[in-house]
């Protein structure tokens, strides 16, 4: 799209204003085909917010700043925070066994049941799936179902071993926070986190929704056209790691909040400074991931012409967030639309527009090498993880993936699921890492990369930090 909207007259010392913001967005969404956005800016001490379109094209309302949206995965920096609440209150231990609180906890691989730690839950490494295909009820009891229906999961590496995202691990953790505080997940979170920082426009039952504005989801059907989803959002056990309903007010406010210092607006100390300082901190390194550099705690890190970035995304059906801090410039902006697949697209146009304007910061996506029709070869086939497959395919040309919810996965679901990207290019990335980059559609700009065994053999494919093994009609 066009550069970034110039400064206006009236606007020096202060190269973004609610104009300019508003025009850009506008303009964004109208390439992206978003029905509805809304996004808000912490800069120089101020807030500024630019709200575009409505919340359906069914029943369309005017987006506004306290319009919630389904949040997704931007959800596990609220788990993270809350278990760590739990840490300073000294509670919670995070190098302690995951057992120590969850002791039913039983998994496929019983060493790695006893040597999991809340931590390796918190950045990754517990080694677990992405996530279980299963529905255990809206009741008060639905982590708890969810968590004995991880008996039977395999592990796809050592606890440890690697990063690989996982929902699953995240569902374990707000396991323990309602072990802990006795409380069912969600009154907990309020208890710690919500009612205390005043985030009146965050909440994780439908019910407590459907009062207030809220944006749903958009597909494009076979004429691009944007059509409304029917499933708002996920079941109840997977709250902890994706389930918060929020509005971009609710968003900045709590992005001040992790750039403050652990107390709330009213006064109120929520964390001491140092605990979210060290959410901050690398815990584990991440290799070849549009997704960050490293991992904190709940949060991931990416180094952007210069300055360190935390931030998380989070994706529903059809409704996709973005949260991003720059601490050491007190500036945070938090960005929410309702259709895909363009919506990550527009939400990473927004944050980068807002890096450049406001702090003169440009991301940039790295250029991949001309075809290497050899390296394309070693790598086309099959790869699956527990709900998606992965295929690599090459024309001589150019490669190509498509990524798509598995079949029977869709089937058994019996609710509507989130629709399949339309297949993407990719490039290889300089280097000998096996890193690549997609470079064109929705997920333009994502990166990942292929993993070899001892013997050389490509054996696996990493995506937006989830892992995908090689399946085996494709690997000899």
Known sequence: MADPVAPRAGDEGNAMSQETLSGFVAEAAAEF????????????GREVFACHGVTSVDNPLPVDPDTLCVLGSVTKTYTATALVCLVAQGRVDL??????????????????????????????????????????????????????????????APVGARASYSQVGYNLA????????GLPYEQAVASL?????????????PADAMTRRFAVGHNLDEDS???????WKDNRANNPGGGLASSVADQLRWARFHLGDGCAESGVRVLPAGMLHRMRQPTVALRGS??????????????????????????????????????????AVVVTSNAGPGGVAF?????????????????????PLPHDEAWAREVAGGYENDAMTFTVGTD???????????????????????????????????????????????????????TRDGSGAVVGVDLAGRLFGRAAAASG
């Open 33 to 44: 085909g978003i029905p509805g956005a809304a996004v808000g800016i912490w800069a120089d």
């Open 95 to 156: 190098d302690a066994p995951v057992r120590r609180y969850v002791p039913e906890l039983a998994l496929a691989d019983e060493q790695a049941a006893a040597e999991m730690t809340v931590l390796n839950l918190l950045n990754h490494t517990a080694g677990l799936d992405w996530r279980l295909i299963v529905d255990t009820g809206e009741g008060d009891d639905a982590l708890a179902g969810h968590v004995a229906a991880l008996a039977g999961l395999e592990q796809i």
């Open 174 to 181: 707000g396991r323990i926070i309602e072990k802990v505080t």
């Open 193 to 205: 986190l919500l009612e205390p920082l005043g985030l009146s426009h965050s909440v994780f039952a």
């Open 225 to 231: 056209t944007p059509v409304t989803v029917r499933r």
């Open 290 to 331: 549009a997704l960050g550099d490293a991992i904190g705690i709940g949060w991931f890190l990416r180094d952007v012409g210069g300055v360190r970035t935390v931030g998380h995304g989070g994706s529903a059906n059809g409704q996709f967030a973005e949260l991003l801090l720059v601490p050491d410039r007190d500036f």
């Open 347 to 367: 939400n990473q146009a927004v944050v980068r527009w807002a890096l450049r304007t406001c702090l003169g910061v440009a991301d940039r996506d790295p250029e």
């Open 396 to 450: 001589g040309a150019g490669l190509t993936v498509e990524v798509l919810i598995k079949p029977e996965i869709r089937a058994a679901s019996g609710v509507e699921l989130p629709a399949d990207y339309p297949p993407f290019a990719v490039g290889l990335l300089p280097g000998d890492a096996d890193e690549y980059i997609v470079t064109e559609g929705p997920m333009q700009g994502q990166r990942g990369f292929f």
